[in-house]
């Protein structure tokens, strides 16, 4: 049985490489065992922890399981951790091969639990945030835990050690404007300049908004504020920095002529020394190649559309997300790659009782980001466009956060290099930096590894691991009429070793 699956990780591809896949291992695990919410993180050649959550509680507590599985797929060791049921995981983050969990209580309390792939080396502080404290996001850069929070009218940063439980609060202030009016947009370690910058938008009104940079040392100390959308006239709706050097940065990401978190197009631009040095504007329907992925009926309805809003003298507006990736700097410019989404819902029945009698209602409930194709441009020493290229991507499953399914390949090369999953097959592509596809490969459709059998009900996921070697796991409801135990019908987690070449 077919099974549609994610994959991501990097590969160089030259000439016309043939992708094999072979299976070499596969492990199962009963889900009825008594633990649930299983998860995997994996850590390169060390193998990968499998976390999963006991059901029962232990007088009155809550037992987390973190299991150390080598590169064969073989346990070598197991840690659990014991908490109080009104604990919940807030927020995670895997830096330097450890596992970071941030338990958290509704009333403030929280636990932070940093965890050593391989030798399951544990540490945990514990702590109380004032009452009605949200956290928004958590990163990890050396000893430090960074979280942005709210409380009520209040905006802070925490800046927590996670060895020694030290705790640094700084108000997120904007001169001018009540802190209720401030939103994240994004929390971001650039870890080549040692710094974590806070992209907020402070909106003056419905209408009006800007964004403001702020940027903080490794210990949590500010180093400097400043206005990037000075003198724009377009809201910024999503923002990714890349450092340049000491204070000098390329700023990507979308935009949209209204204050919204949906996007009409792709914007440019490079700062220095707290100042904006220019800012380029790119709308969707402009870019020669973005709605290539469409069935071309579409594409000429939506060409046509466009063509009337310009005689009338207005402009087409389509709204897509675009998650961003790092910028790769070339010689004579940049390189951009983004992932086009956004969101989808379900609609959902429930019952309710209006003057003793039974009434059924409907309610739009989030259902995942929907992930449709990638964006891939160059632009100049000055942000100006010189190609763009487009290519349909479609994940097998819709993330609840916002993430980025495509993989790049690391190191000095002539072409950029990048490989992902679509409708169940592994696809590589690589690019000369004129915009020519120089190489264009997708494998066979991934398999189950046990044969005769059947997959009623499957969710599954790959992502890279070492080397040429991927991990795809998932759980499975499988149906075997030839298994020679007996048991034809199991409900399992499992994990398997896959390898392409």
Known sequence: M?????????????????????????????????????????????????NSKKSDLIDGQ?????????????LKKS???????????????????????????????????????????ETKIEGELPKSTTIKDMVIMGDFAYFYARQKKLRFLYVINWRTGDVQKGVVDIPDYSTISLKLIRFQVLEANNEVLLFIRASKNKKESEVYVLRYDGNGERKGKFKLTENVENNFSSISASPLGENHYVFTGTYSSKRSTLSEGLFFCEAEDDKMSYVEYYNFTDLENFLKYLPERKQEKIEKKKQRK????????????????????????????????????????????????????????????QYTHAVLAKFDKYGEMVWDEIFE?????????????????????????????????????????????????????IETSVEGDQTKRSFSNITYWYDKYFLAYGSQKIKNKEEESGKRKRKVYFVSKIKFE
């Open 2 to 50: 077919k099974n549609n699956i994610l994959i991501l990780f990097f590969l160089v591809v030259s000439g016309n490489a043939f992708c094999q896949i072979t299976y070499e291992e596969r492990l199962e695990i009963e889900l009825r065992n008594g633990y649930g919410n299983e998860r995997i993180i994996q850590f390169d050649e060390l193998g990968f922890i499998l």
């Open 62 to 74: 809550r037992e987390w399981k973190f299991d150390m599985y080598d590169t064969d797929l073989k």
């Open 79 to 121: 840690a659990t951790l014991l908490i109080d049921k009104k604990y919940a995981i807030d927020e995670i983050a895997v830096i330097d091969n450890r596992l970071h969990t941030l338990y958290k209580t509704k009333k403030g309390g929280y636990v932070l639990h940093a965890i050593q792939a391989g030798t399951l080396t």
């Open 310 to 369: 310009e005689d009338a003298g207005k402009e087409l507006k389509i709204n897509y997300l675009i998650a961003e990736h790092p910028i790769v700097q070339l010689d004579d410019g940049y390189l951009f790659l983004g992932e086009a989404y956004y969101p989808t819902y379900r609609t959902e029945f429930y019952t309710t009782y209006v003057n003793g009698s039974p009434v059924t209602k409907t309610k739009q409930v989030f259902d995942g980001y």
């Open 393 to 445: 991507m479609w994940p097998s499953y819709k993330p609840f956060r916002v993430k980025r399914f495509i993989s790049i390949a690391d190191g000095e090369q002539d072409a950029l290099n990048v490989v992902f999953a679509s409708r169940g097959q592994i696809t590589s592509k690589s690019f000369d930096f004129d915009g020519n596809v120089l190489s264009d490969e997708t494998s066979e459709p």
